[in-house]
């Protein structure tokens, strides 16, 4: 037993994660005693993986059922206490508020589904509580319930956007210099659109790891329009194939308006996303039933495409198009004359099906999840569910990098280089592949049917972050990467760390913790931060890295030191008592892991032999 009168100002809510890990704390009258009365915690076998928390959290294997039960409750209670130490910056107690304030900055919204279970029981406890409620570690083991992998590599920066609340607010600037664009008008030529005011503005993002953000006019339904030509073709490519679909549609940008009659040299639309396109793909989609059905396949599809968000529909707006559709049955008699559907494939059917496509209602919100799913390959990112195959995604993405823009596809390309389409109500849907999905939404017009504020928004995107397709070909001119975690330079990170370890800051050693950082890293003196803490006299830390962290305490800097010779050396007597005991416990750990390996490799011997 040890008197340690520089820990009576130690956090409690370290000192309960020490007791979990094995040291019991106990308060004296003019002194805090530490005293060994529990038995320590196992110590992990090496292993490949990261050597920090790995060691700490991987669970041992036994014969024994339930010792593997325990193990895997540990390791689920080891980074539950990990994560709460770390969002509450060491308190035992923070308001609920204060923790979705938190979760909020990650980009993780209280709407998500695969936070539907924790975000319940919030909002149960809430109904049930007279004041604010005060999260404690047991309520947040209820609340997180099986979203811990989740919370944990959200806090830990792990997601596609690592800094999710400083790229946010850079977007939150590009929306409002797109919002001083005063230019355009609203289109009129089908009634219902220009009922719209050109003073609606909106911008959603969804991340391909479910991060959402939004601002101005989001939560407003409009019309898809020729935004649903990409989401349709999709859809078919999906069902169909790519060789079936363009046996009726070409590949090709076509040099003409989107509504023009017009076919290639093989007598077939030019691509899906001109107006004559999108009449025949509307005919390739559930061909064998009735106009019910296929309207209900589609919509059911978009709903899964949108994470179950808002999809509706406008009958106003379908009966506007069909009473003032005259250019679009044009189209469709020439195709008929030129026999551009397949067999049986009846052309009003096919026309009053496009009509209602165009017709489907979205929100920014839920069109960015759309967008969001065809960057992710497919995969929903907020349900996890597969909806497109990676042949439809693949293929849609590259229509829309060559011909998405009507008669400006050539210049976003070469500006923006995003696939992207955009469609008469005013909508901008962009993708980032691998990164994220956007929609955009202003209904003033430029005199080539786009989004004045969508393209001037799309231009600032790119010209601030490095999203163009050819923007990280080497030597050239260097943008701004939300991708790229601001503490990547393993320099910086060894002298933070190493910092944090002579200070004796705890909770920066636990944000680096979790963050999956190498707790064991050397500086250029080969020392670690155990030989830092140790040297300092910095209990806590000490406690915090051998007991939590579980490094390797026998590592010897440039002159030959261990961090027990360290301790010694400056005279931290508490010190060199637990970092004795923590060898002892490590080597005859390292032992047994050792043994059991050689057993392993004999018995895999003897199988073979």
């Given at each position: ?7 009576r100002?130690?956090?409690p ?51 024994d ?22 969002i ?94 005063e ?12 009922k ?43 069902e ?15 040099g ?28 390739l ?64 059917a096919?026309l ?19 967008a ?45 280089g ?43 995107l790119?010209s601030?972050?490095?999203f163009?397709?050819?923007d990280?070909l ?7 990467d ?66 939590i ?22 005279g ?27 057993k392993?490799?004999?018995d ?6």
């Open positions: 037993m040890h008197c340690l009168k520089n820990l100002t130690t956090n809510g370290i000192l309960q994660l020490f007791k979990n890990a094995g040291i019991s704390a106990r308060v004296g009258a003019d002194s805090i005693v530490l005293s060994r009365t529990q038995k320590p915690v196992p110590l992990p076998c090496r292993a490949s993986a990261s050597p920090h928390i790995h060691r700490a959290l991987h669970h041992q294997k036994g014969p059922v339930d010792q593997g039960h325990t193990n895997r409750s540990r390791l689920m209670s080891s980074m539950e206490d990990l994560l709460f130490y770390t509450t910056e060491g308190k035992e107690m923070i308001p609920l508020s204060q923790f979705i304030s938190a979760l909020r900055k990650t980009g993780l919204l209280t709407s998500d589904p695969r936070l539907h279970d924790c975000v319940h029981q919030m909002r149960q406890l809430t109904r049930d509580s007279i004041g604010p409620v005060m999260m404690d570690k047991k309520l947040f083991r209820r609340c997180v319930g099986n979203n811990i992998m989740l919370l944990t590599k959200a806090f830990r920066k792990k997601f596609i956007i690592p800094n999710f609340n400083e790229f946010s607010q850079q977007i939150n600037k590009m929306y409002d210099s797109a919002q001083q664009q230019g355009g008008h609203v289109a009129d030529y089908i009634p219902q659109l220009a719209f005011s050109p003073d609606l503005w909106g911008v959603s993002l969804c991340t391909i790891d479910g991060q959402r953000h939004s601002v101005g006019d989001t939560k407003v339904p409009f019309c898809l329009q020729s935004c649903v030509k990409p989401l349709e073709y999709a859809i078919a490519v999906h169909s194939g790519s060789e079936r679909v363009h046996n009726f549609v070409g590949k090709e940008p076509s003409f308006k989107f509504n023009k009659l017009s076919l290639s040299e093989e007598d077939k639309p030019h691509n899906p996303m001109v107006n004559a396109g999108a009449i025949v793909i509307s005919s989609i559930k061909p064998g039933s009735n106009k019910a059905e296929r309207f209900d396949y589609v919509m059911e599809f978009l709903k899964s495409m949108a994470g179950a968000e808002y999809v509706g529909f406008s009958n106003a707006t379908f009966q506007s198009e069909r009473e003032t559709g005259d250019r679009n049955y044009a189209i469709g008699y020439y195709l008929k004359e030129k026999k551009c559907f397949p067999d049986n494939a009846d052309m009003i096919a009053d099906f496009y009509f209602q496509l165009c017709s489907i209602e979205v929100t920014c919100e839920s069109g960015s999840v759309m969001a799913t065809m960057a992710n390959g497919g995969i929903c990112p907020i349900t996890g569910e597969r909806v497109l195959s990676a042949e439809a995604v693949r293929n849609t993405l590259s229509l829309m990098h060559s011909c998405g823009m009507y008669d400006f596809s050539g210049q976003f390309a070469f500006h923006v995003l696939p992207a389409k955009s469609g008469v109500s005013g909508a901008v849907l962009m993708v980032v592949p691998n990164v994220m999905g956007m929609m955009c939404w202003s209904p003033p017009l430029d005199r080539l049917g786009n989004s004045v504020r969508g393209i001037h928004f799309c231009q600032d790119v601030h972050f490095n163009h397709n050819y990280n080497r030597h050239f001119t260097k943008k701004h939300p991708r790229r975690r601001s503490d990547e330079d393993p320099n910086k990170s060894v002298v933070n760390l190493m910092f944090a370890a002579y200070s004796g800051d705890v909770s920066a050693l636990r944000r680096f913790a979790l963050s999956a950082l190498n707790m064991e890293q050397r500086d250029y003196d080969s020392r670690t931060a155990l030989h830092i803490a140790a040297a300092e006299g910095h209990v806590e830390a000490v406690i915090f890295l051998t007991e962290c579980k490094v390797n305490p026998h590592m010897k800097d440039r002159w030959g030191n261990t961090p027990l010779d360290d301790a010694v050396q400056f931290h007597n508490v010190l060199v008592s637990i970092l004795q005991e923590y060898q002892s416990l490590y080597t005859e750990s390292n032992s047994l892991c050792d043994t059991d390996e050689q392993s490799t004999l895999s011997l003897k199988g073979i032999v």
